[in-house]
């Protein structure tokens, strides 16, 4: 498809010749491309359009580019040099950022030895200038039929001494950056959509509201037929004229801006939940990327559940500047309503991980009506969008709903806690009823969690540090477990993003830890957990959900949410140690129930006659007898408990597990893709992704090297959260 910018140049001819990739830097390695100096390293960068780590470099395509700013370092120096090719095309186009330094920092176009083409970055050299990669286009029409080669130099050591370079192609078709574009609509309906490419550039969009800016987004405008479209809801601006502005636009990307359009659907709408590796047991969002869950609270018989969003693209890419705040509610912890996003990111930065309360004492002074308000409390992470500008910093805000979340306002205080180190963030909020105060947990820098008493959450008072040896990186979480359900010997857990935690005593102010940090996850498909806050006394449990790390590639939608579980602690043979199990809420999901007690499992594979599908709750207790190894295949993936050096195995993934009295117990939620495994009563937690043939949905038994019997097994058939 040739976009309308460039309608006139085919308007009397055959169709333009296909584009010739000179390179993509996609590969690992710069392949026959040759390396001078240290500045570009042995390959090419890694990151995404907006948050990547050397440079915040944006607006490149894919995952690769070549990038001179190593470590944030401008003094390494170099040459990358392409292998010779011919010239066929009239424009060689390509994306640059960096340095505005002709000779010194730039990317040259080699004939015969000799530069006859050059371009340098955006910044000026005055020091000023932008992140971002622009395109170039060399016009190489007398030049048909050369040999020539691209050089790319950085030769500067001093601030802008470097260059971002990335999809260097031969066209016909000139590559234009297209300034100041900006379209006005009337908010009429209840969306705007976006038509999405995820191998598109990404582009920074602003939407302006009453002649204000509300919105900063990243979208991956499609440069063709889009892959799928994305949407804001635009309730809160229902019937307002809105402008939507992009500072710069490919001219190949011209066509979808100006499809963006206010519309009562979405293209895909009628296929939401239904499609091919939609997670059928686990939330996931309707549209965009997720990962953790954020401001988990129980109110008015509504579990809400807020996680980081990135509603307008597949992948991460663009995370960092969309972070946002999605929101979803259940009842009963199994279905769940997607409400919308709640929190947006705004000049401070984009909306990072923090946690939530129900304000039972006012004590913000934010109720208006008789219900308590519900607060959230986040990081506003600044410099990660462009929004909030280079130099700003991590902070911490809060924001406040009066009508059971469906609307939340920003504290007009905000940031309620300033920077304190590098990116301090994921604020963990606590009652503490001996002296009726908010104590807040914080993470700061190498590896270092915070712990703070606030009595309204504006104005926080440190406390103490708490050096967790490399355990926490992120995410803290802190709470209290009664050791084996006895409520007068409790002890306080502490733990981070990857779920290793101590087990210790908290004192409103200080955490001590009784020993060293303990492995809680064992799987592949597990990050960032968080408990529920307010869960009411005659209820009682620790529920805790985390962020199930699970690809959905060639889907509207990506990762997911994993099964709410309860914590508990119990003394073992190790010491104390945390168990998990899934809620008892996932009954609501039975269908039909296969039980079979004291089966004998001859050594080979013994099938569950008349049992099939993609979604279970398998229970087994298995007896070892005699076998080296046994378990369960699921939909043609072997769960394989191997007796030797008891360990459970599935996949890549292992846990140790020790039979008792010659038996071991599991239990597997099976979804379309993932198994979460819950083994010796919850001992072991081992959360995996499943990737089994679409075809295949059969359960068997199994034993190798020996028999094993199957002292019970019961086996229900579930049905779909969203039916």
């Known amino acids: 498809m040739i976009p309308a910018a460039f309608a ?14 000179i390179a993509d830097f996609e590969a690992r390695d710069y392949g026959d491309w040759t390396v001078e100096g240290e500045a570009f390293g042995r390959g090419p960068a890694g990151g995404n359009p907006h948050g990547q780590a050397e440079g915040n470099a944006f607006n490149f395509q894919g995952r690769g580019l070549v990038n001179s700013y190593r470590g944030g370092d401008n003094k390494p120096t170099g040459i990358l040099t392409s292998p010779e090719f011919t010239i066929e095309r009239s424009y060689i186009n390509l994306l640059v950022g960096g340095g505005d330094f002709d000779g010194v920092t730039c990317v040259n176009l080699l004939v015969e030895g000799d530069t006859v083409r050059t371009a340098t970055g955006p910044s000026r050299k005055d020091g000023a200038g932008s992140k971002e990669l622009l395109w170039h286009a060399w016009d190489v029409g007398e030049l048909r039929g050369k040999t020539a080669r691209i050089q790319i130099v950085d030769n500067r050591q001093d601030e802008w001494g470097h260059i971002t370079v990335d999809h260097i192609v031969q066209s016909e078709q000139q590559a234009q950056n ?4 900006a379209r006005d609509f009337v908010l009429d309906d209840k969306y705007l959509i976006f038509p999405v490419d995820d191998d598109s550039p990404s582009q920074v969009l602003d939407i302006m509201v009453d002649g204000e800016q509300v919105l900063q987004l990243g979208v991956e405008l499609a440069t063709g037929d889009a892959d799928y479209w994305v949407f804001l809801d635009t309730a809160k601006y229902a019937g307002k004229k809105a402008t939507l502005r992009a500072e710069r636009l490919p001219s190949m990307q011209l066509d979808s801006f100006f499809a963006i359009r206010v519309d009562s659907t979405y293209p895909g709408k009628a296929e939401l939940y239904m499609e091919k590796l939609r997670p059928q047991l686990h939330f996931s969002s309707k549209r965009g990327w997720n990962n953790d869950p954020n401001g988990l609270m129980y109110y008015g018989g509504e579990y809400h559940l807020f996680y980081q969003h990135n509603p307008y693209g597949w992948d991460s890419s663009l995370n960092d500047i969309n972070k946002t705040w999605g929101h979803a509610v259940s009842a009963d912890l199994v279905h769940w309503e997607e409400l919308g996003d709640a929190l947006f990111p705004d000049e401070y930065g984009t909306m990072y991980s923090g946690s939530g309360v129900v304000d039972w004492n006012n004590t913000t002074g934010f109720q208006t009506g008789e219900e308590p308000p519900l607060i959230a409390i986040y990081t506003s992470a600044g410099e990660t969008n462009p929004w909030s500008g280079v130099g700003s910093r991590f902070t911490q805000g809060i924001a406040y709903s009066n009508d059971r979340g469906r609307t939340w306002t920003k504290y007009e205080g905000n940031p309620v806690q300033g920077h304190l180190s590098g990116m301090n963030r994921d604020p963990k909020v606590i009652w503490w009823e001996e002296t009726n105060e908010w104590v807040i947990v914080l993470f700061l820098t ?21 050096p967790s040896s490399g355990t926490i990186r992120d995410c803290p979480e802190l709470f209290q477990l009664a050791v084996d359900g006895d409520e007068d010997n409790t002890k306080w857990i502490l733990h981070g993003g990857y779920g290793e935690y101590f087990v210790g005593n908290f004192d409103g102010s200080k955490y001590t830890r009784d020993g060293e940090a303990i492995r809680y996850n064992y799987g592949n498909c597990f990050y960032a957990p968080q408990n529920f806050s307010d869960i009411p006394d005659d209820d009682g449990r620790r529920i805790q959900i985390a962020w199930g790390t699970n690809p959905s590639p060639g889907m509207p939608f990506n990762q997911m949410m994993n099964i709410p579980v309860v914590l508990t602690l119990h003394s073992t043979e190790d010491g104390l140690r945390m168990f998990a199990n899934p809620v008892d809420e996932i009954e609501k999901l039975y269908l039909e129930e296969h039980e079979w007690k004291d089966l004998a499992i001859p050594a080979g594979v013994l099938p569950t006659p008349g049992v099939e599908g993609e979604l279970f709750d398998i229970e087994a207790e298995l007896v ?19 007796v030797e050096d008891e360990q459970l195995v599935f996949g890549e993934e292992r846990a140790p597990l020790k039979a008792v ?4 117990s599991l239990r597997c939620i099976v979804d379309r893709t993932s198994i979460e495994i819950f083994a010796n009563d919850g001992r072991v937690y081992m959360p995996c992704r499943l990737r089994a043939e679409d075809d ?7 034993a190798r090297g020996g028999a094993a019997r199957a002292a019970s097994i019961q086996v229900r058939e579930l049905e779909s959260i969203w039916e």
């Open 446 to 466: 190498d590896s270092r969690v915070a712990f703070f008493r606030s009595k309204d959450l504006k104005r926080w008072e440190q406390q103490s540090v708490f």
């Open 696 to 702: 295949d949905k059969s359960l068997a038994l199994f």
């Open 8 to 21: 006139a140049f085919a308007a009397f001819g055959a169709p333009q010749a296909e584009d010739i990739l």
């Open 178 to 181: 297209l300034l100041g574009i």
């Open 661 to 664: 009295d010659g038996r071991i």
């Open 624 to 642: 070892v007898g005699d076998a080296e190894e046994l378990g369960l295949v699921i939909r043609g993936q072997e769960l394989i408990y191997r």
